[in-house]
């Protein structure tokens, strides 16, 4: 099993027990180890089978946990969670995906209600039933009805793009180890980098596809065979997630991997491009026309390019275009031209501008925090705890964040200490916009921060005059550099709130402030549209972790991805700068 199917695991766990009202320091321990999982970078089975650590080291990883992360990463089973799983109604997995309900609310209405089932949901709503049961009232009820829609898009319930990520690298791996097979690429949604998946796509060059199927149906996370035909077979793996696999010969595995890479309209664009060149493009190469109107069908040897990606390319005059630009927009276009920007990459980045620590909700100190970013070859971080309105984080009030600035100040002078720092400490806040507008802590304090995130988290279902008035006056304060997450979407569980995204980037580029991409793979918000909006708005985007503990740290190349969709160049994003760029950049 992969980290994130221990963490799954973990986390259903956790909504089982709250959902029968068990001990609130037992569904935590849950929460916590499935959180500690899902950001650490190392399989859990190396932990176990390394020497040095072991699981029990593992932040939040006691004895009890540690044998049941055991009896996953053995037996793929948790006899716990069988059991809950009898004790729970089937229906009650489904509504807790509705955004809002929580496992408490969801067993109120179904003891309550007897609801089973999202339509019971909406015909009790629209009956005024449900707001008259204890703790929902009538404000919860109309949320409930709008955000049912949201539950029942099936697009809402893809495998977020990290989660796949982690499936198709084990899976990447087992076929790289088939002797038979020569080349594996993963291609489709995966390699685009999509904020979701929904299969996984693989394509492999081998002249005997028989071994490679067989290595396939070899593979231990495989738990259904899907179809079967010569040259490829779909499976079913962990998740129940789909896995197409096509085997093709070397002669096509460029004109394959790309076809299969997608997306669609990218492919279907190029192969009207290729037609006006008397070409045709597909999944097996590029071949004239002609040669193929004379023999009726495609004929042997008549292929002009299919081996390399760049080949086919080349063949319909464009260069090599990188996969997470290949929606179909205007990549073509800009290919043609020449202007294809040089996206962002992880090696780029040089700083990490939003993170937490124990003084809040984040789970290392830090001192952690610290040595962990130094690890990750940073040159700058800050420290951005929760500013006060957060008191579910223990938000820091000015006394606690002026003690926690010293503390930083005294680190910086011990990195200092001999010769030139590993790495600069910034002494930062994410400051809190307030339901009633201005911010969490006074100027006067911001005044003396380093950095400042600025942050909305109550009051997410305001009208869409007040979220706006609330963000733009954030942008507006002189002492905030960054907007953190500006929408607050939650993929696959909560919708962004109501914001005049256009009105937000025109106040954030006349003003100078950054907007975050948050790299958190349920955040990664900004989006791609959005993000591109601001560039081309000549905004500043700033690209953070927003981590809460050191394995937070490597969702970084997350956010890259999102950026990099949205067409993002180094230039574009502000924590690519040195720190003396930056800081020329906000004018300090
Ligand atoms: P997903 O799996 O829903 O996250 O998205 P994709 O893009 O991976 O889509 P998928 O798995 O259905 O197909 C993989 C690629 O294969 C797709 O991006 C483009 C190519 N492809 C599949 N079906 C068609 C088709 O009918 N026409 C064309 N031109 N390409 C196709
Ligand atoms: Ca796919
Ligand atoms: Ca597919
Ligand atoms: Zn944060």
């Not at 221990?6 to 959902?19: R, S, T």
């Not at 707001?131 to 319930?157: C, M, R, W, Y």
């Not at 070899?218 to 197409?244: F, H, Y």
């Not at 000549?538 to 809460?548: N, P, Q, R």
Request: charged share 30%; hydrophobic share 40%; aromatic share 4%.
């Amino acid at each position: 099993m992969t980290n994130a199917q221990i963490a799954a695991a973990f986390d259903h766990v956790a909504d089982l027990l709250e959902y029968q009202g068990d001990n609130v320091f037992r569904v935590r321990a849950y929460r916590n180890a499935a959180r500690t999982i899902g950001s650490l970078v190392e399989s859990l089975a190396s932990v176990r089978g390394g020497s040095g650590r072991g699981l029990t080291d593992l932040d939040g990883i006691g004895a009890d946990l540690a044998s049941k992360i055991e009896s996953l990463l053995d037996t793929g089973r948790l006899p716990l969670l069988d059991e809950l799983h009898q004790q729970v109604p089937a229906a009650a997995f489904e509504l807790m995906r509705v955004p809002g309900l929580g496992p408490k609310k969801v067993k109120l209405l179904v003891d309550e209600l007897g609801i089973d089932s999202l339509e019971a949901l909406v015909l009790a709503c629209r009956e005024g039933r449900v707001e008259k049961v204890k703790g929902f009232g009538a404000k919860t009820q109309a949320a409930i009805l709008e955000n049912v829609g949201f539950a029942k898009d099936p697009a809402h319930s893809r495998i977020l793009w990290n989660e796949a990520d982690g499936i198709a690298r084990e899976l990447i791996d087992w076929m790289r180890r088939c002797p038979q097979a020569r080349q594996v690429e993963g291609a489709g949604s995966w390699r685009r980098g999509r904020e979701t998946v929904g299969d996984l796509d693989l394509v492999i060059e081998s002249d005997d596809a028989t071994a490679v199927m067989d290595h396939l149906e070899r593979w231990p996370e495989k738990t259904a065979v899907l179809q079967r035909g010569d040259t490829k077979t779909s499976i079913r793996g962990p998740r129940e997630m789909q896995i197409d696999l096509r085997v093709v010969t070397g002669e096509s595995f460029g004109a394959a991997l790309l076809y299969f890479t997608g997306s669609k309209e990218h492919n279907v664009r190029l192969r009207s491009r290729a037609r006006d060149r008397g070409l045709t493009i597909n999944e097996y190469g590029v071949q004239r026309l002609d040669a193929v109107a004379a023999e009726g069908r495609p004929a042997r040897g008549s292929c002009v390019a299919g081996r390399s990606e760049a080949d086919v390319y080349e063949a319909v005059g464009l260069p090599w275009i990188p996969p997470e630009l290949r929606e179909g927009t205007d990549e073509i276009a800009l290919a043609e031209r020449g202007d294809l920007p040089a996206l962002v990459e992880l090696t780029d980045i040089r700083g990490d501008l939003h993170m937490h620590t124990t003084a809040t909700d984040g789970e290392d100190t830090l001192g952690d925090m610290v040595r962990a970013a130094i690890d990750h070859g940073l040159s700058y971080i800050a420290i951005t705890d929760h500013g006060q309105r957060v008191t579910m984080a223990h938000g820091l009030d000015r006394t606690r964040l002026l003690r926690q600035w010293d503390e930083i100040d005294r680190l910086n002078e011990s990195l200092a200490a001999d010769g030139p720092p590993p790495i600069t400490v910034l002494k930062g806040i994410e400051v809190d916009m307030l339901e009633k507008g201005g911010l969490d802590l006074p100027d006067e304090v911001l005044a003396r921060a380093d950095w400042v995130v600025a942050s909305l988290h109550y009051g997410q279902n305001q009208p869409r005059d007040r979220i706006t008035a609330r963000i733009t006056e954030a942008i507006e304060n002189p002492h905030v550099h960054v907007i953190g997450h500006p929408t607050g979407r939650l993929i696959n569980r909560r919708p962004p709130y109501d914001v005049d995204m256009e009105a937000v980037i025109e106040a954030a580029a006349r003003t100078g402030t950054f907007l975050e991409i948050n790299a958190n793979p349920w955040r990664l918000d900004l989006d791609d549209k959005h993000a591109a909006a601001a560039k081309r708005a000549g905004v500043k985007l700033v690209i953070s972790t927003d981590a809460h503990s050191t394995g937070g740290l490597g969702v970084m190349r997350c956010g890259i991805l999102q950026a990099r969709r949205a067409g993002l160049r180094a230039a574009d994003v502000a924590n690519t700068r040195t720190l003396a760029g930056l800081r020329k950049l906000i004018g300090t």
